[in-house]
């Protein structure tokens, strides 16, 4: 197959920051995908639904002329947010989804939660609406390893907390164990799963063998190989509960290239021709619309685009800049270490 038509995609985990940066990187997930759940972990944080209703102002100001995108905003889930105003932004509609951090657990997230008690009024509320609850699944107990975190949490966090509220919503976010995955397939209802593009492609000796490359460190960090095995399987299988979150997430060189350098990845550019590579070589490219563009809307209960992006399969590599200028200085764009031969038409 050397052209796929797909209904254009939604990336339902993605990080655009503000300002310069927001400017810079914006084009490239506009150009091809249609909507995005819109990350709030900005500096302060997007807490109350005067901030989410600014900060959709800002994004869509800084779209190129004519180029169509639809920011869903989310709300930054901390131990002060109001019940009310989270039940008033869902019902005027802005607000398709409120993000858990863990207090500590990855970028700006010292505002988030400590103790999942003192959220829960937010969160019956929000069962009783159907509105959905984003979960960073990592616990921050700096007992647990690292590598153990995404495991301890399901544990220890979210299946008491899917028990105790039933009908939330949930989505765990960038999902990247097989713990992780089996917890969500093993789920009947109110649970799916984002899977980013990068998990699919790299595993933990990207980062560390043969010395430290800081541009493939993001949160949760990459495990080992049999992960990435189960992350393919469950993204290429065509279940409804797994579907695209990228999680690109810009970070200046600077910050990324020094003593104590910032998780993320920016993969806005090369997501899909990164993604068509390995649907291809999972021999399953007929189901990579359902991860990229049908599963998501199904849970959360939004149309589908009625858009299309083809794709092909040029006979030389694609070229694509290593990095790009963004204003706020540069960004490097995620290297999958294979050549790129899918092209967004
Ligand atoms: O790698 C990550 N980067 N993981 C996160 O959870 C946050 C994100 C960011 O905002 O940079
Ligand atoms: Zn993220």
New binding site residues.
């Given amino acids: 197959m050397n052209e796929l038509t797909i209904r254009r995609p939604d990336d339902w985990h993605l990080?655009l920051r503000d300002g310069a940066m927001l400017k810079g990187v914006l084009p490239f997930s506009a150009a091809h995908f249609a909507r995005a759940i819109i990350?709030p972990?900005l500096v302060p944080p997007v807490v109350t639904v005067a901030d989410a209703q600014s900060y959709r102002a800002r994004i869509l100001d800084s779209l190129p002329d004519g180029v169509d995108f639809e920011p869903l905003m989310t709300l930054y889930l901390t131990e002060a947010t109001s019940p009310d105003d989270v039940a008033a932004g869902h019902e005027s509609g802005l607000i398709k989804a409120v993000k858990l951090y863990p207090a500590g657990?990855?970028?700006?997230?010292d505002s988030g939660v400590k103790s999942i008690d003192r959220v829960m009024p937010v969160l019956e509320r929000m069962a009783a609406m159907g509105l959905p609850l984003c979960v960073?699944g990592e616990v921050t107990d700096a007992s647990v390893d690292i590598f153990d975190r995404e495991a301890v949490f399901i544990e220890r966090v979210l299946a008491p907390l899917r028990e105790r509220v039933p009908d939330l919503k949930i989505v765990m976010e960038?999902v990247t164990t097989k713990d992780g995955v089996d917890y969500v397939a093993s789920a009947e209802r109110n649970l799916a799963a984002t899977i980013t593009t990068h998990h699919l492609i790299i595993n933990r000796n990207a980062i560390l063998a043969g010395g430290i490359r800081p541009h493939y460190y993001?949160?949760?960090v990459a495990k080992r190989e049999t992960h990435r095995q189960a992350l393919r399987a469950a993204a290429t299988s065509g279940d409804r509960r797994f579907f695209l979150g990228t999680?690109s997430?810009p970070?200046v060189d600077p910050s990324k290239e020094c003593g104590c350098g910032?998780?993320?990845?920016f993969t806005a550019i090369n997501t899909l021709s990164c993604l068509a590579h390995v649907f291809e070589e999972e021999r399953a490219l007929d189901r990579l619309e359902a991860f990229t563009s049908l599963n998501g809307p199904a849970y959360y209960g939004l149309p589908v685009n009625s858009a299309t992006v083809t794709l092909k399969r040029l006979p030389e590599p694609i070229r694509l800049p290593g990095k790009i200028d963004t204003g706020a200085g540069p960004v490097t764009v995620f290297d999958p270490m294979f050549a790129l031969h899918w092209q967004v038409c």
């Fill in positions: 990080h990350m972990n657990a990855t970028t700006n997230s960073h960038h993001c949160l949760p999680d997430a970070h910032c998780a993320g990845i």
